[in-house]
C-alpha cells in the first residue's frame, strides 16, 4: 500500500527515557543482614511501587524529599554499629509503558514491567492486520473524493458502513471511526469528543492541529472522553 498508519501516541509513551528521581541507598556488604534491615525500612511510597527494594546488596531506603528519620538511624546503628552511610542514587520515577522504555530503566535500577500488548503493537505497527490497512485506506480515498480537492470527512459506523450511506440513527457516534483529509482544529476535535467518536483517522497536518501540530486534544485528562487518533502518511 502506498501509505502507511502511524498512531499519534502520547509523549510519555514514544520517549525512550523515563524521568529520574533520587533516592536514598545503603549499601549492605553482609547479605545475611539484609533481612533485619528491610524489616526497619518504612515503606516505599505508592508511587515507587514499580522499584525493586534490592540491588546487588544496595537497598533502597527512600525518596531524598523526605529526611532520614532518627529512629531509623539508631536502628540501623544497633545493626550494623556505628559505621555505614546513605548513599543517594538516580531511579526511574514511574513504572516503564514500553519495552524500551523497560530496557532503559532496568539499566538504572530494576523494576516492575507488564507490557500493554495493544501499545506495542502500535509501536511495531502489527495493530492493523493487511486487511484492516487495506479497509482504512479505501475509507480515506473515499474521505478525499468527499473533500473534492478540499477537506474531506467520512464516518463509519460499527458495521463498517459510511453513516451518510447507511440506516444509522443513533444519537452519539460511540464506536465510530472518522476519516479526515485535514487534522481538524480544536473546534472540530472538540465536536468529534462530543460526539464520542472511537477513532480517529487524519492525513496531512496543518499549523492550528488539536490532534498533534498545536495541541493534543485526545490527551487532555480535563475532558470525560477521549478517542484514539492514527495518523495516514502516503509512502513516496
Known amino acids: 500500500l502506498p501509505f502507511e498508519i502511524r498512531p499519534v501516541l502520547a509523549h510519555d509513551i514514544m520517549n525512550e527515557e523515563i524521568p529520574l528521581t533520587e533516592f536514598f541507598v545503603l549499601n549492605v556488604i553482609e547479605k545475611k543482614k539484609l533481612g533485619e534491615i528491610l524489616k526497619y ?53 514511574r513504572k516503564p509503558i514500553t519495552r524500551q522504555q523497560f530496557t532503559w530503566a532496568k539499566q538504572r535500577w530494576p523494576v516492575e514491567f507488564h507490557p500493554n500488548k495493544n501499545v506495542e503493537a502500535m509501536l511495531n505497527g502489527t495493530f492493523f492486520d493487511k486487511k484492516q490497512q487495506k479497509e482504512i485506506i479505501n475509507f480515506f480515498l473515499e474521505a478525499e473524493k468527499v473533500g473534492n480537492g478540499g477537506p474531506g470527512c467520512l464516518m463509519v459506523d460499527l458495521e463498517g458502513k459510511v453513516v451518510a450511506k447507511s440506516n444509522t440513527l443513533q444519537y452519539l457516534g460511540t464506536g465510530f471511526d472518522v476519516y479526515l483529509t485535514e487534522e481538524p482544529c480544536s473546534m472540530c476535535a472538540m465536536a468529534l469528543v462530543h460526539f464520542r467518536v472511537s477513532r480517529v483517522f487524519f492525513c496531512r497536518r496543518i499549523p492550528k492541529g488539536a490532534l498533534e501540530s498545536s495541541w493534543r486534544i485526545q490527551e487532555e485528562k480535563r475532558i470525560n472522553h477521549h478517542y484514539q487518533v492514527f495518523r495516514i502518511d502516503e509512502v513516496l
Request: charged content about 20%; aromatic content about 10%; hydrophobic content about 45%.
Open 41 to 93: 525500612l518504612p515503606q516505599m511510597p505508592t508511587w515507587a511501587n514499580h522499584l525493586k527494594r534490592i540491588k546487588s546488596g544496595n537497598v533502597l531506603i527512600q525518596p531524598l524529599s523526605f529526611p532520614i528519620d532518627e529512629i531509623l538511624r539508631l536502628k540501623l546503628i544497633n545493626v550494623f554499629g556505628e559505621i555505614f552511610t546513605f548513599e543517594r542514587v538516580l531511579v526511574p520515577s
